[in-house]
């Protein structure tokens, strides 16, 4: 049962954190940054505050995660699924195209994620 929870928090921690950096990237799009006050000025979007709410959210359900499992387990498992949350934000929002090679990392990111659950949860 424990087990179900921390892949729950992992995968909502990835789903926040994620979609909190894909709404601060949307407004960074349209502000470039170039001078303090630019800083300034998407810091006091309410855009930005909402995705900086997300992560921080994000890390209170990271918070439980780890409070529930082991540090091995929870650090690579709640970051690769971050990692793919992103790379799919990117693919489908913003365009980005990936590589052959990127592919395959990401399969090898994924297969690794497998093996540290499977091997963790003994």
Do not use: E, W
Not at 34 to 50: A, F, P, T
Not at 108 to 115: A, V
Request: aromatic residues 14%; hydrophobic residues 55%; positive net charge.
């Amino acid at each position: 049962m424990n087990f179900v929870i921390i892949i729950f928090c992992c995968v909502m921690y990835a789903l926040l954190n994620s979609a909190g950096a894909s709404i601060i990237k949307s407004q960074l799009q349209t502000v470039p940054l170039v001078s303090i006050r630019s800083y300034i000025q998407i810091l006091l979007n309410v855009k930005v505050i909402g995705g900086f709410s997300l992560i921080f959210v994000s890390a209170l359900v990271l918070f439980k995660a780890l409070s529930l499992g082991k540090f091995s387990l929870i650090g690579p498992m709640s970051n690769g699924i971050n990692f793919i949350c992103t790379i799919t934000i990117g693919y489908f929002f913003f365009h980005d195209r990936l590589s052959v090679y990127q592919i395959f990392g990401l399969f090898l990111i994924i297969t690794g994620i497998l093996f540290i659950s499977f091997n963790g949860n003994k």
